[in-house]
T-cell receptor
């Protein structure tokens, strides 16, 4: 158990709908990351929070994507007007004082 | 910027045989190196990491990796694999600034009896 939980585990949505994913790390994880993983590829960095501050966003994060971490604890990732190309596994990872990132089990999004 | 190349996309291996997964990286700064394992429909689990010091790193489940700075490599090895080692393996690199990970494309290891 990494201490990072993600909800939901699976989401099927119709193209054009909005979806929101949640990530709950443990309290020691002042750093929080979102990654996207498509089939047959390694995870790609999307965005990074240090406590509640969003410090970096990848160019992969188009204006349809928004992430928040309002109180420096849980985080949400919202995708507006979903497209088929958004189908992927969305992974959240938490990190504390050390170098290691602890990954959740991911949310698999399928856009039909 | 950092990047990672995993030289083998698929590695079939027989049970109890040794396995080596190759990883090369590029970076303009000092990096930390990691190997993660991913089982189907699961998140990533850390196998081992290299931060500094001894270039031979031992991890969980009998895996080890060797950091070679001159060859910019961080190959993963296991002397005797089990059926349960069937999974996807990812090599990753990060800097000391933000620990953001850059992953390779992954190597699928299939262990057969």
């Amino acid at each position: 158990d990494t201490g990072v939980s993600q909800d939901p585990r699976h989401k099927i949505t119709k193209r054009g709908q909005n979806v929101t994913f949640r990530c709950d790390p443990i309290s020691e994880h002042n750093r929080l990351y979102w990654y996207r993983q498509t089939l047959g590829q390694g995870p790609e960095f999307l965005t990074y929070f240090q406590n509640e501050a969003q410090l970096e966003k990848s160019r992969l994060l188009s204006d349809r994507f928004s992430a928040e971490r309002p109180k420096g604890s849980f985080s949400t990732l919202e995708i507006q007007r979903t497209e088929q190309g958004d189908s992927a596994m969305y992974l959240c990872a938490g990190g504390g004082e050390g170098t290691e990132a602890f990954f959740g089990q991911g949310t698999r999004l399928t856009v039909v | 910027a950092q990047s990672v190349t995993q030289l083998d996309s698929q590695v079939p291996v027989f049970e109890e045989a040794p396995v080596e997964l190759r990883c090369n990286y590029s970076s303009s700064v000092s990096v930390y190196l990691f190997w993660y394992v991913q089982y189907p429909n699961q998140g990533l689990q850390l196998l081992l990491k290299y931060l500094s010091g001894s270039t031979l790193v031992k991890g969980i489940n009998g895996f080890e990796a060797e950091f070679n700075k001159s060859q910019t490599s961080f190959h993963l090895r296991k002397p005797s694999v089990h059926i349960s080692d069937t999974a996807e393996y990812f090599c990753a690199v990060s800097s000391s600034n933000d620990y953001k990970l850059s992953f390779g494309a992954g190597t699928t290891v299939t262990v057969r009896a």
